[in-house]
């Protein structure tokens, strides 16, 4: 009997499914997450789009500023052939053919089935330093004889799109991360200083933030970025829009903060902690702002989207991006008259990467405040 005892308890404890330790606050988090499967799906595509960004060299089958043919189709893939179907992806070119159609008496476009060109990847391609750095010519995808591959067609001046939309991504991406950073660091910090300290600093400065959120934003965005001469350097420029979306945005962060530290400023621990003499910094920095931290990040996942949006159209209107640098809006440049849509319409991809991006950081935000805040 004193033998068999000791072996069930360790079977006992072998199967029991309770946990034996307890987890920190962020493996809860990830526990609850990782659940959610538009969240999971959501933190798939944005991990995507970062590193295509920052591999943009790799990623793009061509050079986005080579120019080719003017408005070329995009190419057509199959798994068929004249001899019948491959197991391996084939590109036909989008040729003129012999039919004409009947109302515009303008030759038909279709693939160009006597030339099959087989996709293949890691495909030997253009030399390129990859980040500025290693000299590589692989490409993720090409095509085997080593002609032009345009997945999305070309714009007016011959250029890539699927290329360029790559390229956009690392500037579009890189504007809205810097501008988030920024309105989250002063939004934070002004909203927990004016909710913990109150008084009449509190009062005339929540004045000052209804005056920031009282103007009309988009025609003060068209008039600020007015502002600046179209010579000026593309840093000079790109810091100037930066500023701009950032003096307008972070005052609607500040006013949720400051209501979410007004109520943790009346919790009994942070009552407890002013009485036993800490000091405001501590009683900030080690009871308030982990709190707060949750509604934080959830605003930043849920706020990018919103400044990729803003760029897209303030780029669309030629106020964002400047040539020769590459982003979404600046693209969709192409798509103003309502000819080049009907005549082009795969001129209008870029608006399909704004969608990705918009789609991929709205789920990862909506599964973040779920598994942040279950109740």
């Not at 659940?35 to 798939?44: A, D, K, Q």
């Not at 400023?265 to 920095?285: E, H």
């Not at 780029?315 to 005549?343: C, E, N, R």
Request: charged share 15%; proline share 8%; with cysteine.
């Amino acid at each position: 009997m004193t033998q068999t005892a000791p072996q069930t308890e360790q079977a006992d404890d072998r199967t029991s499914t309770v946990a034996t330790r307890s987890q920190s606050y962020p493996a809860l988090v990830w526990r609850r997450f990782r659940r959610s499967i538009p969240g999971m799906f959501g933190l798939t595509l944005v991990c995507l789009l970062l590193l295509s960004a920052i591999f943009a060299e790799f990623v793009a089958p061509m050079d986005p500023n080579e120019p080719t043919v003017s408005f070329a189709p995009p190419d057509h893939i199959s798994f068929e052939t004249k001899d019948g179907f491959t197991l391996w992806p084939v590109v036909y070119a989008i040729v003129e053919t012999d039919q004409l159609d009947p109302v515009t008496y303008q030759p038909l476009m279709g693939p160009d089935l006597d030339h099959p060109r087989y996709l293949t990847f890691f495909a030997q391609g253009e030399p390129y330093r990859l980040m500025g750095l290693i000299p590589m010519s692989r490409h993720l995808v090409g095509l085997s004889d080593g002609q032009p591959l345009h997945l999305l067609g070309t714009d007016k001046l011959g250029r890539d799109i699927l290329s360029r939309g790559v390229f956009g991504a690392r500037l579009t991406l890189m504007i809205s991360l810097v501008s988030i950073t920024l309105i989250t660091v002063i939004g934070t910090l002004l909203g927990i200083t004016s909710g913990y300290i109150g008084g009449r600093f509190d009062m005339w400065f929540q004045r000052f933030v209804e005056i920031v959120l009282a103007f009309p934003q988009l025609p003060l965005y068209l008039t600020l970025t007015t502002l600046i001469p179209p010579t000026a350097p593309s840093p000079i420029f790109l810091s100037f829009v930066i500023l701009v979306i950032v003096g307008l945005g972070w005052a609607q962060l500040s006013r949720e903060v400051r209501s979410k530290t007004m109520a943790m400023a009346r919790v009994d621990y942070v009552r407890a902690a002013v009485a036993v003499g800490a000091s405001d910094g501590r009683i900030i920095t080690r009871h308030i702002l982990p709190n707060v931290l949750s509604h934080v990040i959830v605003s930043v996942t849920l706020g990018i989207p919103a400044i990729i949006l803003l760029e897209s159209f303030l780029g669309f209107l030629g106020f964002a991006v400047k040539p020769p640098l590459i982003s979404w809006g600046l693209m969709l440049q192409d798509a103003q008259t309502f000819s080049v849509i009907g005549s082009y319409p795969w001129i209008l991809s870029p608006v399909g990467f704004v969608l990705l991006a918009v789609f991929a950081f709205n789920a990862l935000g909506d599964g973040l405040r779920d598994a942040i805040d279950p109740y």
